[in-house]
């Protein structure tokens, strides 16, 4: 079974710091890793996902993500972040469901407060 | 422009009613999922359908039934058997079934408060 752990519920960072959001994850077959935002009050909007390939994604906003098969990790950063980043940030894992399609089952969030 | 619609965006319930939430897509996508979202939990997947006709339960089913009656259409009846309905429900799509590798679009959530 999949799961994700994202170690801090809330991170506090000023403005044009950088920052880093943990995620790890546990899966018995091959991985597919997803980072979603919510704005409040939002539904999720993707910010990047993994696939395959090139171990560093890039995404939207100017976050991306570092796959690392090792520490079974995919840690979202941003060299410098703005007000607008403001947000909750959510880490996923893909896995086949019974009878086809799929399931993402998801970190319990990471609350990202940009303060000036 | 394409996308997923919930409807309404607030709602409010008294306890023993049960209460339907609209989800609408027009993105021609085959599979569908409703989670529920509470604080400090993440998402969890209450039902999914991967076609018209077909649903089946997620983690949590107990006090919610759904219908797929329409490829665009996936609605969500919050019945009064489940004794912590409020949350933040959220409804999501897929382009292509079976595909692990596609990520969901969801739509803008409806807040389902009991009162």
């Known amino acids: 079974a999949q799961s994700v752990t994202q170690l801090d519920s809330q991170v506090p960072v000023f403005e044009e710091a950088p920052v880093e959001l943990r995620c790890n994850y546990s899966?018995?077959?091959?991985?597919?890793l997803f980072w979603y935002v919510q704005y409040p009050n939002q539904g999720l909007q993707l910010l990047l996902k993994?696939?395959?390939?090139?171990?560093l994604v890039k995404g939207i906003n100017g976050f991306e993500a570092e796959f690392n098969k090792s520490q079974t990790s995919f840690h979202l950063r941003k060299p410098s972040v703005h007000i607008s980043d403001t947000a909750e940030y959510f880490c996923?894992?893909?896995?086949?469901?019974?009878?086809?399609?799929?399931?993402?089952?998801f970190g319990t969030g990471t609350q990202l407060k940009v303060e000036l | 422009d394409g996308g997923i619609t919930q409807s309404p965006k607030y709602l409010f319930r008294k306890e023993g009613q049960n209460v339907t939430l609209s989800c609408e897509q027009n993105?021609?996508?085959?599979?569908m999922y409703w989670y529920r979202q509470d604080p400090g939990q993440g998402l969890r997947l209450i039902y999914y359908?991967?076609?018209?006709?077909?649903?089946q339960k997620g983690d949590i089913a107990e006090g919610y039934s759904v219908s797929r009656e329409k490829k665009e259409s996936f609605p969500l009846t919050v019945t009064s058997a489940q004794k912590n309905p409020t949350a933040f429900y959220l409804c999501?799509?897929?382009?292509?079934?079976?595909?692990?590798?596609?990520?969901?679009?969801f739509g803008p959530g409806t807040r389902l408060t009991v009162l």
């Open positions: 993994y696939l395959s390939g090139s171990t």
């Open positions: 999501a799509s897929l382009p292509r079934q079976g595909a692990l590798y596609n990520e969901q679009f």
């Open positions: 993105l021609n996508h085959d599979a």
């Open positions: 996923a894992v893909s896995a086949s469901l019974t009878g086809g399609g799929n399931k993402l089952t």
């Open positions: 359908s991967q076609i018209v006709n077909d649903f």
């Open positions: 899966s018995s077959v091959s991985v597919y």
